[in-house]
């Protein structure tokens, strides 16, 4: 939030603050200042070395000061420039201009009040008013169309108030001619990030409160509603169809305006906090919000009294039906939901609740449409352009609306119509309802003020459902064991009343006495209740914290002072599961395989890719409308990663995470699974790998086997599968931890492959059950190295093609037990030699024994009983 440093001296006294002591303040409290931007007053001297980002002009007080305009005459050698007789305080001035918002005086002679302007002297330093962007510039003397100019008049752009240079600035009339600029209207504005927790925060007056807070200063009340009579009104009815959704809803009515600009120091405090001026009834709409921060919204009575023909106005809040259209502000035409909430009468809709009015019942300026339709002119037999709206006078009654909104459904109705807005900010994080009625007096106020106009007596209320107060107890030793500081319960409450908290404190006594000799303690315990602005104090502990943090900001985050942990350590337990996949995260990324983090959000269309499944658990409140369920295959979302990837030579991926299974009324199971994304060459090339072949399963197998292995896993089995529908059939394999199916793997299948833009290459996948694996992950001990050397072998047998290689393997070590420490298959030979269907394989033997150096006929005598096993098991042939 943009807050002008003018602004918030009306509500607390600035003496002896810097602008940078208040950001400094404020950034302490847990309100960052993020920029200070200066408009007049000084800058500090080395703004590079501040510590908050700076930027802005700060203008010179003997050279930029008010004037006044007394003449407009023309230019002797140029039509569109004037020249102005001009008083700066001390002398008559010539000044040579071409503002267009002065120019319709040219010629008219002395005036008979004259404009109060802001003017630069020769030598002043302001930005290039034409130049894009901030240019700065310093007045020099010269001739333009043969007229010495020396010195300007200044728009908001020159002078860094704003970017309007269409026109100079006209300040308001009681401008004391000569005053330094500075001294008149000089500011500075502080950026302020307000964070969700701090959205009670996103008006002037909520800052104004935390810095006198803060500082121990004062707070001054906020302006006197004058003039507005209490009671109910009896202009309007209001009916709410659900108070979920609307809590408090809030008219006032004031008759007999006349729409015009707003004072000029409004103008300039509404653009310095970022919101354009439009007239005095809208000015008076946004300066109301951003002073009290509720949002208001002003209607033309007259239409709403036409549209409800001879019956009263009524205004009804609902839900909107599916595929209701309304024309808003900016002229779209909206297509509404059911989500949506609006403010309807009994005709129809007229605005999208706490986010944009209706074109229709807008407060309309006739002089304004007038000169925008002035500006255009059309040939003959041309349509007039541009908006103009032909209910013919300016609107003279306008009902003002204030209201609480369920902050959820317009942060859902602000993003589905793309229509962020300053209202919308503030009521999508909430807006206390007690604020309503006090934005609707202080508009009706200031339009009474700007516009002449006659507020009616009292107000349309309808309140069906006041928040909850909370209230919530804290104790002194809540404050020293959470915040470890002492402070007096008398001191708590002192600094939570400064945010008017109400605080009421009482003795209770605690019997800590370890004999009946001993006397008992005494807490003091203060009773908190919450201000009527203040939504986001809860109850029980989870107030306890929230007022801590009250407390410690008040209090100065700075000054608690550092100390040890006083409360005893919680026991240390570990958590198995989670070391448990980071052991898998260790031993992937060693074999090479990246992490990728997925989202757990998609959509069935998604996953249908991969494989369809009828039942999703949905997303009641989704970011995005392409991911609206929670996913049911990690796979899936893997090969998302892979298909955004896909131009690098080779990838190898994997993730670990949850799917969600839906449970009927409940919220759905988290099943953690593994999957692994293989595609690409086999080795980078390079001026030595010219023709790397492409990564195919049994890549992956092997960094799934040394996987397995590097979890201690010892009864690992392969089989053949064609029940994935995903994998290719002939190329694709369960795999089985002592007996039981703990994943699958393969190549992609080609109709899936086709369904994703992962190029020529195959793409080989693998998904496993973590929860499984991890109830059958081994004990296992440690294994001396060891003492005696071992004996290598290696023999090949010929065995039938059906025959399993894995089967074979379980054999010689069954056979060989102990006295076999490894057996690895190095080579596989098939030749019409050997045999038809018949196939050669080679294994590579490892003989050892723990306590003893085995001799070579030792190892024979193990090879010959694995020969025999194998050919009584298999029919296999030893070769010769």
């Known amino acids: ?31 960052e200042v993020e920029e200070i931007h200066y408009a007049g007053l000084p800058m500090p001297k080395d703004a590079a070395s501040n510590e908050f980002k700076t930027s802005g002009i700060g203008w010179d007080r003997d050279k930029i000061v008010v004037a006044e305009i007394r003449e407009v005459k023309p230019h002797p050698n140029a039509d569109r420039l004037t020249l102005l007789d001009l008083f700066d305080g001390t002398q008559e001035q010539v000044v040579l201009t071409g503002a267009p918002n002065i120019f319709h ?84 504005v502080l950026e302020v990030k307000i964070n969700p927790n701090m959205a009670r925060n996103a008006n002037v007056y909520g800052l104004a409160r935390e810095l006198a807070a803060m500082t121990g200063r004062d707070l001054r009340s906020l302006p006197d509603f004058g003039g507005l009579k209490g009671g109910a009104g009896n202009f309007a009815e209001i009916e709410i169809v659900d108070p979920q959704l609307n809590p408090r809803f809030v008219l006032g009515l004031i008759r007999d305006v006349e729409i015009k600009p707003s004072p000029y120091w409004v103008q300039r405090r509404l653009r310095l906090a970022g919101v354009r001026p439009i007239s005095n009834i809208v000015d ?40 209701e259209k309304l024309t808003t502000l900016d002229n779209v035409e909206r297509t509404l939901s059911s989500m949506n909430v609006l403010v309807c009468d009994e005709k129809g809709p007229l605005s999208i609740a706490g986010v944009m ?34 209910r013919g006078k300016s609107t003279t009654n306008v009902l003002l609306e204030g209201a609480a909104w369920n902050f959820i459904n317009i942060r859902r109705t602000a993003k589905q ?104 303690n005494i807490e003091h315990r203060i009773s908190v209740t919450a201000p009527p602005y203040r939504l986001d104090i809860g109850e029980g502990v989870v107030g306890v914290a929230d007022l801590m943090e009250e407390v410690a900001r008040i209090f100065g985050v700075e000054r608690i002072p550092e100390t040890r942990l006083a409360d005893p350590l919680p026991p240390q337990v570990g958590n198995p599961a989670f070391e448990w996949d980071e052991r898998v995260r260790d031993i992937l990324v060693r074999l090479g395989l990246q992490e990728v983090v997925s989202y757990r959000m ?156 992962l190029g020529a290459r195959p793409v080989l996948a693998a998904e496993f059950n973590i929860e499984t694996l991890r109830a059958l992950s081994p004990a296992y001990g440690i294994v001396p190295v060891a003492e005696f050397p071992p004996v290598y072998e290696d023999i090949a047998i010929i065995v039938d093609e059906s025959v399993a290689a894995s089967r074979v393997e379980g054999l010689i070590r069954q056979t ?26 080679a294994y590579s033997l490892t003989y050892q024994a723990a306590d003893k150096t085995m001799t070579d006929a030792e190892a024979a005598a193990i090879r010959n009983k694995i020969v025999k096993r194998l050919e009584h098991e298999v029919s296999a042939k030893l070769r010769s």
């Open 816 to 841: 060989g037990g102990r006295s076999v420490s490894d057996v690895r298959l190095f080579d596989v030979y098939r030749d019409e030699k050997i045999g038809a269907n018949k196939k050669s394989l």
């Open 1 to 31: 939030m943009k807050l002008p440093i003018s602004w918030l001296k009306d509500f607390v006294d600035l003496d002896g603050l810097s602008v940078e002591d208040i950001a400094r303040t404020f950034t302490f409290g847990g309100l």
């Open 105 to 188: 005086l040219k010629g008219t002679g002395k005036l008979a009040k004259p404009i109060k302007v802001a003017y630069a002297k020769e030598g002043s330093t302001i930005y290039d008013g034409h130049a894009d962007g901030l240019v700065l510039t310093t007045l020099k003397r010269a001739k333009i169309r043969g007229v010495d100019s020396y010195s300007m008049v200044c728009s908001e752009k020159e002078l860094g108030i704003s970017e309007e240079h269409e026109g100079i600035i006209l300040l308001d009339d009681d401008a004391p001619v000569g005053m330094a600029l500075v001294d008149y209207i000089g500011d500075a």
């Open 417 to 520: 119509h793309n229509l962020p807005s300053e209202a919308s900010f503030r009521f999508s994080r909430g807006v206390h309802p007690a604020l309503a009625e006090m934005g609707v007096r202080r508009g009706l106020q200031l339009m009474a003020e700007w516009s002449g106009g006659k507020i009616e007596a009292g107000l349309v209320d309808n309140y069906p459902l006041p928040p909850k107060e909370s209230v919530v107890e804290i104790s002194t030793r809540d404050v020293k064991r959470i915040l470890g500081i002492e402070l007096s319960a008398q001191e708590i409450a002192s600094l939570l009343e400064r945010l008017e908290f109400k605080c009421e404190i009482r003795e209770t006594i605690i019997d800590t006495r370890k004999s009946k000799n001993e006397l008992s």
């Open 602 to 757: 998609t959509s069935p269309e998604r996953e249908g890719r991969l494989a369809a499944h009828n039942e999703y658990a949905r997303i009641a409140n989704p970011i995005t409308p392409d991911r609206n369920v929670l996913r049911r295959s990690l796979l899936a979302s893997a090969l998302e990663a892979a298909e955004k990837n896909v131009r690098a030579e080779s990838l190898e991926l994997f993730e670990i995470g949850p799917i969600f299974e839906p449970v009927k009324n409940d919220l759905p199971r988290e099943l953690p699974r593994l999957a692994i994304v293989l595609t690409g060459l086999r080795a980078a090339t390079s001026w030595d790998v010219k023709d790397s072949p492409a990564l195919d399963f049994f890549d992956l197998k092997g960094r799934i086997e040394l996987l397995l292995a590097g979890l201690r896993f010892v009864d690992v089995t392969y089989a053949p599968t064609e029940s994935v529908a995903y994998l290719h059939p002939g190329k694709a394999a369960e795999v089985k931890v002592n007996g039981q199916v703990v994943g699958v793997f393969g190549e992609l299948h080609p109709l899936t492959k086709e369904k994703y833009e």
């Open 357 to 390: 009015g209706g074109a229709e019942s807008e407060v309309y300026d006739a002089s304004k449409e007038i000169l925008e339709a002035k500006a255009i002119e059309p040939k003959e037999g041309e349509p007039t352009m541009g908006k103009i709206n032909m």
């Open 284 to 323: 008076a709409t946004n300066y109301a919000m951003l002073e009290l921060g509720e949002p208001l919204h002003a209607f033309d009575y007259d239409v709403l009294n036409e549209r409800a023909g001879k019956k009263q106005v009524k205004i009804i809040t609902r839900a909107a039906q599916d595929g």
